[in-house]
């Protein structure tokens, strides 16, 4: 079973090939990523025309290049999947166009992927992970926890009710003055930083549910910095290194009581093998991968993190989930449209009508 994969829903026009070998072992053929942040790094964010365009003018070549470094053919494919959403809608609208397009022309099934599910069917895509596992997914556009049965069968425990992680660290870079993305930055500033010299929130760690809010964080370290520039005239290398760090800090205690909320919440459900996985780009961050490792070592649970580009946007999961999906009998119709917002979980109590 071989399957085109196409994602364009936010700054990255990408194309995959997978493979699902003996029936049960996928293998990534070909994964092309074309990133837009040079485009955009003027505007201080993702502009949503330009990457519209950049997407359409992309996408045929991504396909061209995902197909020649697999050495497959289109005749040689089963399906065509594609992120029909959520996203940034002129990208979305781009990408299920372009599959349209390549599913009428040779006959294949065309297979609408929601991005969020993508990140999430990640870890069977690179390690042997059983149904049901727990998910936190971590990036610059979300933050949640997901409890995943199956390729279209997700429980949402909880998630950020305003930015996300990476939005708050590349916002704390900004107001520093360090480079973008701000992740990165902000981490390698942290590491010769107190954590403890300056106080920041632990926001919603006094509720018991498995929601999380980080826009305090940026007030609070607006906050700080307005004082030390106001006392001093300025911030020195050090204070600029202990806000780092203080705010970092304050990302992972959060996160792993959350994450501890969650896995109560999982475990309930007895699975066979408990496994904790995580995908977005924050997951990169060192402090939080440590941090996640050792509750999930105090709680017994397995902990996967598949390879950085696997974790951020690309097109290899969105074809592994067109395979999962394929396997379940699910396909679409030429009537497939591009949504903005399709949260995994529509019934959840939980969700909080973010879209996200
Ligand atoms: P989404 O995939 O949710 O639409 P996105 O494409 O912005 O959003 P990703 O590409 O998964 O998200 O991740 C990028 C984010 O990860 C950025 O906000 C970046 O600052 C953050 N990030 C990357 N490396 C680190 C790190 N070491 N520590 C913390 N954050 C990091
Ligand atoms: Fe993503």
Request: aromatic share 4%; hydrophobic share 40%; glycine share 12%.
């Amino acid at each position: 079973l071989t399957v085109l994969g196409l994602e364009s829903s936010c700054d990255d026009t990408a194309a995959a090939v997978v493979r699902l070998v003996d029936g049960s072992t996928p293998q990534i053929l070909s994964s092309v990523v074309f990133g837009q942040s040079e485009l955009h790094s003027a505007f201080g964010g993702v502009v949503p025309e330009i990457a519209a365009r950049a997407h359409a003018e992309k996408l045929d070549v991504s396909v061209r290049q995902a197909l020649d470094q697999a050495c497959v053919g289109l005749d040689e494919l089963d399906a065509v999947a594609v992120t029909a959403g959520p996203g940034l809608i002129g990208g979305v609208m781009s990408g299920v166009m372009c599959a349209k397009g390549i599913a009428s022309a040779t006959g294949l099934p065309l297979i609408g992927v929601n991005h969020l599910a993508g990140h999430a069917l990640t870890p069977r895509l690179t390690d042997r992970v059983g149904y049901p596992y727990l998910m936190l997914l971590v990036s610059g556009g979300h933050c949640q926890y997901l409890i995943v049965h199956g390729p279209q069968a997700f429980t949402r425990l909880g998630g950020t009710i305003d930015d996300a992680p990476g939005e708050a660290f590349d916002k704390t870079a900004r107001l520093l003055g360090l480079p973008q993305p701000g992740g990165p930055s902000v981490e390698v500033e942290g590491r010769l930083g107190d954590p403890k010299r300056f106080r920041f929130p632990r926001p919603l760690l006094d509720r018991p549910d498995c929601n999380l809010s980080f826009s305090g964080l940026k007030t609070a370290l607006m906050r700080l910095r307005d004082q030390l520039v106001a006392e001093q005239g300025g911030l020195t290398r050090q204070d600029r290194a202990d806000l780092c760090a203080g705010f970092q800090a304050a990302i992972v205690d959060t996160l792993a009581e959350k994450t501890r909320r969650a896995m109560k919440i999982y475990l309930e459900e007895t699975p066979d093998t408990p496994v904790l996985a995580v995908a977005g780009g924050v997951a990169a961050n060192a402090s939080i991968r440590s941090a996640l490792e050792e509750v999930c070592g105090e709680m017994g649970i397995g902990f996967v993190a598949p390879p950085l580009r696997l974790c951020t946007d690309n097109a290899a999961m969105i074809a592994y989930a067109g395979i999962e999906l394929f396997l379940a009998g699910a396909h679409d119709s030429m009537t497939l449209s591009a949504r903005p917002r399709w949260p995994l979980d529509q019934n959840s109590p939980a969700l909080l009508g973010s879209g996200k």
